[in-house]
C-alpha cells in the first residue's frame, strides 16, 4: 500500500489567493518567435516579390481568413480552432506564393489554402469533423449559396477532396511541422481571471472581439500570443472606460504579463488599422452613393500623443497606493451583480461616474440613466393624475348616490301610507 501523500489540502474556509501570472514558457516562446517578422519582411512575402501589391496580398489574407470563419460556423467549430486554422494560413503566406509555383510549394487558390488550413487545425485542435460535411461546407462558402446540395459524384466534390488530401502534406511542409499554437483567446482568459474581471460582460466580449478581429490582420506575424491578448485587454479597457489595478508589487498589469507598454500600443495601432481600412471602405460606398460617411466607431481609442510619462501612466491603470491590488478586488458574487451593465446597470447606478476593474457604474451608461429616470418621473406623475382623476369621480359618485336613496326610501314610505288610507277606507264602508 504506498504511504499517504504528504502535501497538504487548504482548508474549505481558506480564502483564494491571488497567484502571479507565470511566465511564458520557454520552449513555446522560442518556437513562436521563429514565425516573427519585421514589417520590412512582411512587405517581401513570395506573392509580393511575384508581381502581388502589397495591398491587394492585405486583402486575400483577410478574405482567407473570412473564408474559414464562414466555413466554421457552418460546421459550429470551436472559436480556438478557427485561431489555429487562421494562423497556419497566415505562416503559409509567408513561405508559399499565390502566383506562381514557388519554393517546391503548388501554386494555390487563397480558398484553397484556407480550406487546407481548416483541415489540418481540425485535427490539431481535436475538433475533427466528417471529410463528407467539411467539404460540403466548403463548396457552400465558395460558391456563396448556403443551401448548395451537391453528391459525392459531383466535380465540385471531388475537387475539393483531391485538394485537401493531396496539400495536407504540403501545408505541414510550409508551417515546418510545427503544430502547437499558444492562442491569444486563452492567454485573454488567463488575463480577466487575474484582474478579477471575467464576470465583467461587456469588457470580455469587448476584448474576445478584439482578439478574434486579430485574425483578420498580420498581428500574428509581428507579436506573440501573449501581446496579442494584452492589446486587446488594453483596447477593451479604453473602450469600455475600466481602469485594471496594479499587482502586489506596484506594477502596472500589463507589466505583471511580462510586456511592454510600447509594444502594447503598436500592437494596438495595428489592430485599430483594421477598422480604420473597413470604415474607409464603407465610407467610399457611402460617397458613392450620395451619402456622407462615418469615421470608426474604434477611432478614440488609440493613443494621444500626450498620454503617458515617465511614470508608465495609462488611463487603463489604476494607480495603488502602495498596499497592492487587494483591496482594488472585490468577490466574484459582487463582480457578478455589478459588472452586467446591460441588464442592471440603470438600476445600480445613476450618477455616470467612470467604471473601475470592479465593474462599477459606468460612465457609458449616464446617458440611458438620466433617460429612465426622467421616465420613471413620468411615469409617477400620469400616476397621480389617474389617482385624483378616480378620487374627483368617486367624489361626484357619492352625492347622486345618497339623493337615490333618499327618493328611493320616500318612495316607499309614501306607498305604505297609501295602503294604510286604503285599508281605513274599506274599514270605514
Known amino acids: 500500500m504506498p504511504p499517504p501523500s504528504e502535501a497538504r489540502q487548504l482548508p474549505a474556509h481558506h480564502p483564494a489567493t491571488r497567484r502571479p501570472p507565470q511566465s511564458p514558457d520557454g520552449i513555446l516562446a522560442e518556437a513562436e518567435a521563429q514565425w516573427l517578422y519585421t514589417e520590412a519582411e512582411l512587405a517581401n512575402s513570395p506573392s509580393i516579390q511575384d508581381g502581388m501589391p502589397q495591398a491587394e496580398e492585405q486583402a486575400v489574407r483577410a478574405k482567407g481568413v473570412n473564408f474559414i470563419v464562414q466555413v466554421g460556423i457552418l460546421l459550429k467549430l470551436p472559436q480556438l480552432t478557427l485561431s489555429t486554422a487562421s494562423i497556419y494560413f497566415q505562416r503559409y503566406l509567408m513561405r508559399a506564393s499565390l502566383k506562381s509555383e514557388r519554393n517546391g510549394f503548388p501554386k494555390l487558390h487563397h480558398y484553397q489554402a484556407a480550406g487546407v488550413a481548416l483541415f489540418v487545425a481540425t485535427k490539431v485542435e481535436e475538433s475533427c469533423r466528417r471529410l463528407r460535411d467539411l467539404i460540403l461546407a466548403l463548396c457552400r462558402v465558395a460558391q456563396k449559396n448556403p443551401n448548395l446540395i451537391i453528391d459525392d459524384q459531383s466535380k465540385d466534390w471531388w475537387r475539393w477532396r483531391d485538394c485537401l488530401l493531396f496539400n495536407e502534406d504540403v501545408m505541414m511542409e510550409a508551417i515546418c511541422f510545427d503544430y502547437t499554437i499558444e492562442s491569444p483567446h486563452r492567454q485573454l482568459f488567463g488575463m480577466l481571471k487575474f484582474n478579477g474581471v471575467e464576470h465583467n460582460k461587456r469588457l470580455r466580449n469587448a476584448a474576445w472581439g478584439f482578439v478574434t478581429d486579430s485574425n483578420n490582420t498580420q498581428l500574428c506575424l509581428l507579436f506573440n500570443s501573449r501581446t496579442i491578448a494584452v492589446a486587446s485587454l488594453y483596447a477593451a ?16 498589469w500589463w507589466e505583471a504579463q511580462h510586456v511592454s507598454l510600447h509594444d502594447v500600443r503598436k500592437a494596438m495601432d495595428h489592430m485599430l488599422a483594421n477598422y480604420d481600412h473597413a470604415a474607409d471602405k464603407i465610407n467610399g460606398i457611402a460617397t458613392s452613393s450620395g451619402v456622407d460617411g462615418n469615421g470608426s466607431i474604434y477611432a478614440g481609442l488609440a493613443t494621444p500623443t500626450n498620454e503617458g510619462g515617465l511614470d508608465g501612466w ?116
Do not use: F, M
Open 237 to 252: 479597457c479604453r473602450y469600455c472606460d475600466v481602469q485594471l489595478p496594479d499587482d502586489n508589487r506596484g506594477r502596472p
Open 314 to 429: 495609462d488611463s487603463t491603470r489604476v494607480k495603488g497606493d502602495g498596499q497592492g491590488s487587494t483591496a482594488s478586488i472585490r468577490p466574484p458574487g459582487s463582480e457578478r451583480r455589478s459588472s452586467n451593465a446591460s441588464s442592471i446597470g440603470i438600476k445600480r447606478g445613476r450618477e455616470g461616474s467612470p467604471v473601475t476593474a470592479n465593474g462599477e457604474t459606468n460612465s457609458h451608461n449616464g446617458t440611458a440613466n438620466e433617460e429612465a429616470l426622467s421616465k420613471r418621473q413620468r411615469v409617477d406623475e400620469a400616476a397621480i393624475i389617474r389617482n385624483q382623476s378616480t378620487i374627483k369621480r368617486e367624489e361626484r359618485r357619492k352625492p347622486q348616490s345618497a339623493d337615490t336613496e333618499t327618493t328611493s326610501a320616500l318612495a316607499k314610505s309614501a306607498k305604505t301610507d297609501e295602503g294604510e288610507v286604503s285599508e281605513e277606507g274599506e274599514v270605514e264602508e
